[in-house]
């Protein structure tokens, strides 16, 4: 669940209030940059892990010095660098958490490919050329080589991200936005899904901020969601689905 927060104090109220709605709680820039590594001891005091979402993009000594830092910061599971970045950056990202922190304490390291927000003509207008799916898959092909767990990667590119990077590799899914009156909200976001259709094609964890920070009533817009993310583990698993308990959201 993201913290989409510029204030520690707001941001701790609502974690504590979902606490039990949430696998984990996502700190991005905003709300690190307003408040620093303190945001991260007192999240990860309330029981979920910290996805902490701050998208290092640097030369790779600089990147390995942040990997570190970061591989530190108490309840933190999940890190990422920026794929663009380059082989070099990446491997220096790998090679920096693998001497941060013992194996079975060490969070995962994932690369983020192209952000949810662009669409082929933003990505022309950056000089880049093909489509998002296509250099998001490239960029999740080099993440691997790079020796990384994982990608951040919109719900459109999720199968492709699969079949090329096998069954191992997770697939970090922000770009959620549920059904509301019969259409999905985008927000600023270009490449979405619902929670159902992301899981379906084979999502590891997804990530939900503001259809649920901004909800009227954000309890039961998450416990909505964890039914939809229920059903849909269901139908892959191919079982009946279960209501879903406390913390099971990814």
Do not use: W
């Amino acid at each position: 669940m993201a913290l989409d927060f510029g204030r520690l104090d707001e941001a701790f109220r609502f974690a504590r209030r979902m606490a039990g709605f949430a696998g984990m709680f996502k700190i991005n820039t905003h709300l690190f940059t307003a408040a620093g590594p303190e945001s991260v001891r007192r999240i990860a005091a309330l029981g979920p892990g910290v996805f902490l979402d701050l998208k290092f993009h640097d030369i790779p000594n600089t990147v390995g010095g942040a990997v570190t830092a970061a591989a530190l910061l108490p309840g933190v599971q999940l890190l990422n660098v920026h794929a663009t970045g380059g082989l070099a950056m990446m491997r220096a990202a790998a090679k920096a958490l693998a001497g941060a922190s013992p194996r079975a304490r060490r969070p995962k390291l994932l690369a983020v490919t192209i952000l949810t927000s662009l669409d082929r003509v933003a990505l022309r207008q950056a000089g880049i050329t093909g489509t998002p799916g296509g250099r998001a898959v490239s960029l999740a092909r080099l993440a691997k080589r790079a020796g990384l767990d994982g990608v951040v990667a919109s719900p459109q590119e999720i199968r492709q991200i699969r079949r090329a990077c096998g069954r191992k590799f997770l697939i970090v899914v922000p770009g959620v936005r549920p059904l509301a009156g019969g259409r999905t909200r985008r927000d600023d976001q270009a490449r979405v899904s619902t929670p159902g259709e992301a899981i379906r094609a084979g999502a590891d964890y997804l990530v939900v901020g503001r259809p649920i920070t901004a909800a009227p009533d954000p309890e039961a817009a998450a416990r909505a969601i964890l039914e939809e993310i229920a059903a849909a583990l269901a139908l892959r698993r191919g079982r009946p689905a279960r209501p879903p308990g406390a913390g099971r959201s990814k």
